[in-house]
């Protein structure tokens, strides 16, 4: 009678691993010149981000863009990685030992 009336709540959802995939994805891009770090950043922000897309195709959660974030750029972060630790191998390998 006094105060507020009581209105429904919506639906709970649970964004955790859609925020900790697009964060970690993100670091992990950022940092994927430190060794093993921005490539173990990557692949975790690919796999929460994956994971964080199948709990919004069941209803679970509703943040595609940081699931969507973190996948992207944790494979991307992964693959600068290995590219860089290519290039550097190659680079060392080409000296001239004498």
Do not use: D, E, H
């Amino acid at each position: 009678m006094y105060g507020m009336p009581m209105v429904p709540m919506g639906p709970v959802y649970k964004n955790g691993l859609c925020v900790t995939g697009g964060i970690c994805g993100i670091v992990g891009l950022v940092f994927f010149w430190m060794p093993w770090f921005g490539f173990i950043l990557g692949v975790l922000g690919a796999i929460f981000g994956g994971v964080g897309l199948n709990q919004i195709k069941n209803g679970v959660a509703n943040n595609r863009g940081m699931a969507i974030t973190g996948l992207v750029c944790g494979i991307l972060a992964a693959a600068a990685w290995l590219i860089l630790i290519v290039a550097v191998a190659s680079f060392v390998s080409s000296w001239t030992w004498y």
